[in-house]
């Protein structure tokens, strides 16, 4: 007899998350105990022992699976390595820093699992942010200029908390940090996004992959990318079948 498929995978890319990945699959089992889910851990080529933790896991945890990437290939492309082999139909990513509570996870899969099929993503919003004030108010801006230029209805797209459906996620167009665009690129698919509060956390362990500056310089070039990409499509409608 096969093996019933998940109704929810969890991705999770980790780099470098030595002492804060192990814990965080801990939250996410308890968060998701009794459901029909796994979890989907993604190692992006960490040089620490990130790795082997997850490994070590894996008797624990029987809905655990770790893949891991040869070369660093960066967030976006952990997550859509997670995506592709997820075996649900929602997908919720989380980072793997463990900022993002798991407690707040099933929420959004089940407001996305009762919403219509025109709803593609379900965004977490970072309700009290636990941040250092240069970035969170870098984040303000970045945010308001997104927001102007795509109107894209999102007020964070970097929560790192998000459910999708998977097929969905799997039409848009990939390019790295992605991930930042998901409500824009929902939009432009014929898709809706429904955003909820979510809590944050202090991270606890290791250090942020990025700088307000490192942001600025790689989001000026996406944005213009995705601005683009809007103006390069068009919707047929509804489809019809005879």
Known sequence: MSEALPDISVVVPVHNEQGAAAPLAREIAAAFQGRSY?????????????????????????????????????QSRAVRTGVLAARAPIVVTLDGDGQNPPADAPRLADLLASSPATVGLVGGVRSKRQDTEAKRWASRWANRIRKKL???????????????????FLR?????????????L????????LYL???????????????????L???????????WLKSRSRQPGSISEF
């Open 38 to 74: 796994e979890m989907v851990f993604v190692d992006d080529a960490s040089r620490d022992e990130t790795l082997a933790e997850l490994r070590s896991l894996m008797a624990d945890l029987p809905t655990l699976r770790v893949l891991s990437h040869a070369t660093n290939a960066g």
């Open 150 to 168: 795509l109107a894209d209805d999102a007020d964070d797209t970097g929560c790192g908390l998000k459910a999708f459906r998977r097929d969905v």
């Open 172 to 184: 848009l167009p990939y390019f790295d940090h992605i991930h930042r665009y998901l409500p824009a």
């Open 186 to 193: 929902m939009i432009r698919e014929g898709y809706q996004n």
């Open 197 to 215: 509060d979510v809590d944050h956390r202090h991270r606890e362990v290791g250090q942020s992959k990025y700088t307000n500056w490192g942001r």
């Open 217 to 227: 310089m790689a989001s000026v070039s996406d944005l213009m990318g995705v601005v």
